[in-house]
């Protein structure tokens, strides 16, 4: 075990370049499984959670060479469904993306409930109505089986707008016969990257980015090369660094195109940044003035399907709230379990009241003190570090392999804006 010692309390300078997107290498990496042919991507985040789903590949049988750290070559001539190692899916939850590719490649997979972040129950009903209206038979007895002879486009409405169940449905459809709309479709960043994969090597996806995809079915699948883009969780992550600490931060090649709606979330905390090209400019002056809502009300900011406010910056946002002036109601109704981590923040002096599982509200701004903490996931585990920044004094954070998982060496990346951090035993 390791964990984070951060002296907080310093502005941090410089620049940064992000890593490429989690949640869209993971995706891409699984719809290697539909082609024969050799693909190599660029921009592969050197990240916990990617490795385990290369190592997952590679035990299906499939050939991964390591060009430099953050590209890979990948050939699927052939896949082995019965060797695949059924402890590696219960540590990700994009285990469960390998279903939809190998249905379509080999017919059959057998594949254990996946793991992930522990954040409250985690459906996967809607993969299941997914990949049964594409013609699979899905069984489950705590482990799910799949079978299918061959897949035939569907018109298929998604119970809900879930993400990996909309990849794992496309991943299904684009090898299918004949034609599938894929309705409630979710359109995450992550998402239209996936897309724009596919069409890359061969796919026919229209309507990327919006909820009603249509896919014409083609008989297979060719290579080719993909850069994976830029990480948007890990560029507001850098974002919130710099607002909390009251420094001032460039981020190249940050994708500002994905986050419109994050910069109307966070000009309500008072935060504002520049875009210049593809770079993002964060300015140590910032109004950190919570806007009310019209009539002087409470605001609340609550998360949806994209385009909206993402669950996964939650986190971020409360951090970024406790040292804003006002007060603001955070509602997170997807999740059950991720905004426990706020007792940590009180714990170091933030004025929060955790309403219900589901809601805090949040009063700034708070001076922060150092603490000892754990991080419970990926997200809350990138917030208490912020927290750690902006405080005063020193803070440990204990289970960093947590912020591993998602984040390429954090502490290089912040120790090179200024940020006192070790990684040690412990
Ligand atoms: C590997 C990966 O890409 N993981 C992401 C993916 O997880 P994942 O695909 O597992 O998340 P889902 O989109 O399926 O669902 C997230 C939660 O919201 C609920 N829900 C979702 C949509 C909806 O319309 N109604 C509804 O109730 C689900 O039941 C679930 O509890 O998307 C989540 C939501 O952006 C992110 O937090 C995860 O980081
Ligand atoms: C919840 C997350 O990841 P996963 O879905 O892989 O658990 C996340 O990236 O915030």
Redesign the pocket.
């Known amino acids: 075990m390791e964990k984070f010692l951060i002296e907080g309390g310093h502005p941090i300078s410089g620049e940064v370049t992000p890593a490429g997107n989690?949640?869209a290498a993971?995706p891409i990496l699984a719809a290697c499984i539909l082609t024969r042919e050799k693909v190599v991507l660029h921009n592969i985040p050197n990240i916990e959670?990617v490795r385990t789903m290369r190592s997952l590949l590679e035990s299906l049988g499939i050939s991964i060479q390591t060009v430099d750290e953050h590209t890979w070559e990948i050939q699927s001539s052939e896949v082995r469904p019965r060797d695949m190692d059924p402890d590696l899916c219960r540590k990700?939850?994009?285990s469960i993306l390998l279903a939809g590719p190998m249905i379509a490649r080999a017919g059959t997979l057998e594949l254990p409930p996946p793991?992930?972040?522990v954040?409250g129950r985690?459906r996967v009903d809607t993969h299941i109505l997914a990949l049964s209206a594409l013609g699979a038979e899905v069984n489950y007895n705590r482990t799910f089986s799949f079978k299918a002879k061959e897949l035939h486009g569907a018109d298929i409405l998604l119970d809900e707008a879930s993400?990996?169940a909309t990849e794992n449905a496309i991943m299904a459809a684009v090898t299918a016969k004949g034609r599938s709309i894929i309705r409630n479709a979710a359109s995450e960043p992550h998402i239209q990257e996936l897309c724009a994969f596919l069409n890359k090597i061969g796919a026919d996806i229209h309507h990327i980015g919006s909820n009603t995809l249509l896919i014409n079915g083609v008989d297979q699948l060719g290579g080719g090369e993909y850069t994976i883009g830029p990480d948007y969780?890990e560029v507001v992550s850098f974002i919130g660094a710099a607002v909390v600490t009251h420094g001032s931060i460039t981020i190249r090649n940050a994708g500002s195109e994905y986050l419109n709606m994050v910069k109307l979330v966070f000009q309500r905390l008072g935060v504002d940044w520049e875009e210049k090209g593809q770079d993002i400019f964060v300015p140590k002056r910032q109004r950190l003035t919570i806007e009310p809502d019209l009539g002087n009300a409470i605001p609340e900011i609550s998360v949806m399907p994209w385009p909206a406010f993402p669950?996964?910056l939650m986190s971020i946002a409360i951090v970024v709230a406790t040292q804003s002036k006002g007060t603001v109601l955070f509602h997170d109704w997807m999740?059950p379990s991720r905004m426990f981590f706020t007792d940590k923040l009180v714990g170091m002096g933030a004025q929060i009241v955790l309403c219900d599982p589901h809601r805090c509200i949040v009063q700034g701004p708070s001076h922060l003190y150092g603490e000892k903490m754990e991080s419970p996931?990926?997200?809350a585990g990138m917030a208490l570090l912020l927290a750690a920044l902006s405080a005063e004094g020193t803070s440990s954070i204990r289970s960093v392999a947590q912020i591993d998982?998602?984040y390429e060496k954090i502490d290089e990346k912040l120790a090179k804006l200024g940020v006192n951090i070790q990684r040690v035993k412990g």
């Open positions: 989690k949640n993971l959670d990700i939850r994009a793991g992930g972040d954040i985690r993400v990996t969780l669950t996964d999740y996931d990926i997200r998982r998602g």
